[in-house]
């Protein structure tokens, strides 16, 4: 990421300007992006040890085409496996990948595509991420959502027929407190069977209490996995801590959430060592805690306001494809999503493969669902998006083309009991 992603605003004053220019500048103004900040809880855990340790050691020019058909032929496909499926020598492979996915998917998932939307409740943020629409840097309108507000929304979406919410924030603790966050999962509970949440990190107690209001499962970005990467593109903010980052999924089983999802964004560094990380955090916590949920996706960058050009390099819909399905021949049990982050063409060929969750009815934007989905007209309160959607298809119009697909959409696939 270089530094004519930066954006500068005429709206920011002299003193917010130059501040922003030593963190871009001067890497001494900086804080450490490895050292914990007060509040941070830090747990004993040896999965970051062994996701990093493979990480660094992976090279992934050193493997050949007879890897990958090894790989291909072994019933069950090991962790070296896993790494040759990742690597540039199994790109010319990728239709007997599709094949062996597609065959993955089936015999674990059947032919069902499960359904969800997200609902951003607000996007004030306190983070410096260079590549972020939400950035505290960037001048978007800001807005965050009443309880009044947020009901007609999950009203407007659970009208759709839509059964689980995904609840996002921008990471402003001071605008989005625990509190704020915890009365939108008890509003959500009350609308959706499903509830999940993707928020700032936060400590084991704090995920404690956002389950007992109603929240199922925590969703986190590491955006990307490599430590050195990962101090140039956050700047300032508690997203910043890196390690801290890294540790919110188990940090939230421990506070009793049913599942968690994994993330980099793949764009951001090498995209074959984020792959690689990002299946292998799920690959040893899912060892350490059998019982829970976990799935994964693997976003692309896209375009933000007042920065179009941000795109993800290098990560083309081929390579994309190559790895969701090494993710799926290496985790066959691992729930995969796939976003509005990509095109309706990419989406409807790969729930036929790999993905087993997609989302529908999309905004990036706050409080745009009534005028989005509802029918109503805009009150010019909203707050602007995170970051630009490739697929808008409504949940009724995503239904009709995965079914005339041959798949079945799913609402819910969880009952409590």
């Known amino acids: 990421m270089e530094n004519r992603f930066f954006v500068d605003s005429e709206h920011l004053s002299p003193e917010a300007l130059e501040k922003k220019h030593r963190l871009e500048t001067d890497p001494s103004f900086r804080k450490n992006h490895m050292e914990y900040l007060p509040g941070m809880e830090r747990i004993q855990s040896d999965v970051c040890e062994k996701v990093m340790a493979h990480m660094r050691a992976y090279d992934s020019s050193k493997y050949t085409a007879r890897d990958v058909r090894m790989a291909l032929e072994h019933p069950n496909c090991s962790l070296e496996d896993f790494k040759a499926l990742l690597s540039p020598a199994a790109e010319p492979f990728l239709e007997q990948m599709a094949r062996r996915a597609r065959n993955e998917t089936g015999k674990h998932f059947g032919n069902t595509v499960y359904m969800f939307t997200p609902l951003y409740i607000a996007n004030y943020c306190e983070n410096y991420c260079v590549y972020c629409g939400f950035n505290c840097y960037n001048h978007i309108r800001r807005m965050k959502l009443t309880p009044e507000q947020m009901e007609r929304e999950m009203k407007v979406i659970a009208d759709s027929g839509m059964e689980e919410i995904l609840i996002l924030t921008g990471e402003s603790r001071t605008q989005s407190d625990l509190n704020y966050i915890g009365e939108a999962c008890k509003l959500a509970r009350t609308h959706f069977r499903m509830v999940g949440l993707e928020i700032y990190p936060v400590n084991t107690e704090d995920y404690r209490y956002l389950h007992e209001c109603g929240a199922d499962y925590v969703t986190v970005f590491q955006e990307t996995y490599d430590p050195d990467k990962y101090e140039t593109l956050h700047l300032s903010g508690h997203k910043r801590v890196w390690p801290y ?28 060592k984020d792959a690689l990380a990002s299946a292998l955090h799920v690959y040893f916590l899912q060892r350490k805690y059998p019982r829970a949920e976990m799935s994964l996706s693997c976003p692309r960058l896209r375009p933000i306001i007042n920065n179009d050009r941000i795109n993800p390099q290098d990560v083309h819909e081929r390579q994309l494809c190559q790895i969701l399905c090494a993710y799926r021949i290496f985790l066959p049990y691992v729930g995969i999503t796939v976003s509005s982050r990509e095109s309706a063409a990419f989406r409807n060929g790969i729930v036929k493969i790999a993905a087993t969750k997609v989302s529908a009815g999309v ?24 970051f630009e959607i490739a697929d808008n298809r409504s949940l009724e119009r995503m239904c009709g083309d995965i079914s ?8 819910n696939d969880y009952l409590y009991v």
């Open 245 to 272: 980052r890294f540790d919110a999924q188990e940090r939230a089983l421990r506070g009793g959430m049913r599942g968690v999802a994994f993330s980099a964004l793949l764009g951001l560094s090498d995209f074959r």
């Open 363 to 386: 905004s990036t934007g706050i409080g745009d669902h009534e005028s989005k989905y509802g029918g109503k007209e805009p009150t010019g309160e909203q707050g602007d998006e995170q």
């Open 404 to 411: 005339g697909e041959g798949l079945q959409p799913v609402l």
